[in-house]
């Protein structure tokens, strides 16, 4: 079983502008920074020549929801997805990942203002609804390189959604990131039956909010849409949101999310049985990327392993529990070879 999500990574064009807005803006605390170890890049896929910096950031320490910011060279040309503004060429109903979330303090117009005068611009007006018992009050905008990134005010949120606290400081960690899911049957098994992961929200958004959350999702009005909310109780971060739209449903984001692409690129959770996981993994039919791997170069040594999901997501499974170190074979001991006896001279005595 897995943990909730540690971190997400997002692939940027220029790393010091992407830190202007989350840690200048909205104040999200500059863990580590570094340039990515050739044994990551190698276990990622990507060409022998390439290059990368990273920055992780966190919520004053807080050990889940980080965000990992990677500035790969050459800088890449493909987009995980454009579905906003001019040359987008795919739909807000296409499969596969979505937006990174935070929350803020109410009232949500001090949070859209601090992010429109950095120079970004929000897709919607904050919109308030209602799923199951939750009340929410929500817009988006396009962060670096066009990253959909949500915040959100959660009036009425549970425990298992918001944890205590929370936003602690101007933004929060990333309590939940988004992904337009497909076949929901198949993305339930998924996620319960292989991750091990406790469904938080099951639930379809109501007659009476869904023009609502069509406008604050850019779908047509009238488009049904079905939120599936992923999490590890008592833990409220690190969710993942799947939506579905029914009928409505777009094509596949296919090979958009990876490492070496702008956008939303990676999920990270960890397991402390990357073996056994990777075995319900091959036996679910999931894509394995990167089979169990060890991974130097970057602090202690730990395993990989690198899954794509039922809606074109991109995991990546780390286990830091135990590194069995290769243990370097003995020579066979020498015969010890007898020394041949030779006779003492006796020195004579003057």
């Not at 039922?310 to 290769?326: G, L, Q, V, Y």
């Amino acid at each position: 079983m897995v943990t909730p999500m540690r971190m997400a990574t997002a692939g940027v064009s220029d790393l010091n502008q992407a830190l202007k807005l989350f840690r200048d803006v909205m104040k999200l605390k500059l863990e580590r920074r570094g340039t990515v170890s050739a044994g990551l890049l190698k276990a990622w896929k990507l060409p022998a020549a390439t290059k990368a910096r990273f920055a992780e950031l966190s919520c004053k320490g807080y050990p889940v929801g980080w965000l990992r910011l990677v500035e790969f060279r050459p800088t890449p040309k493909q987009k995980v997805r454009i579905d906003h503004g001019p040359g987008a060429r795919d739909t807000a109903t296409d499969v596969g990942p979505k937006a990174l979330d935070f929350y803020v303090a109410d009232p949500i117009m001090n949070s859209v203002r601090k992010i429109e005068a950095a120079g970004y611009t929000f897709r919607s007006p904050p919109v308030k609804h209602q799923i199951a018992t939750s009340v929410s009050e929500e817009c988006l905008f396009s962060g670096p390189d066009g990253i959909p990134v949500l915040i959100m005010v959660g009036h009425v949120h549970g425990r298992t959604s918001l944890r205590a606290g929370s936003p602690d400081g101007p933004f929060s960690e990333i309590p939940t990131i988004s992904i337009c899911a497909g076949d929901l049957k198949k993305t339930r098994a998924f996620y319960n039956g292989v991750l091990g992961l406790t469904a938080v929200t099951d639930a379809e958004t109501p007659d009476e909010y869904r023009d609502l959350v069509d406008k604050l999702t850019g779908v047509p009005q009238g488009t049904r849409v079905h939120f599936l909310l992923y999490g590890k109780p008592p833990e409220a971060s690190g969710k993942i949101l799947l939506v579905h739209f029914f009928e409505r449903t777009g094509k596949r984001l296919v090979g958009r999310m990876k490492p070496g692409n702008l956008g939303f690129t990676l999920l990270t959770h960890d397991t402390k049985e990357i073996d056994a996981l990777h075995g319900r993994l091959k036996k679910f039919g999931a894509k394995i990327v990167t089979p169990p791997t060890v991974i130097s170069g970057d602090g202690k040594p730990y395993r990989m392993m690198m899954v794509k999901g039922p809606n074109e997501e991109m995991f990546e499974f780390t286990d830091f529990s135990r590194i069995k170190a290769a243990t370097p074979k003995k020579k066979p001991a020498k015969k010890a070879t007898p020394k041949k006896k030779t006779k003492a001279k006796k020195k004579k005595r003057s």
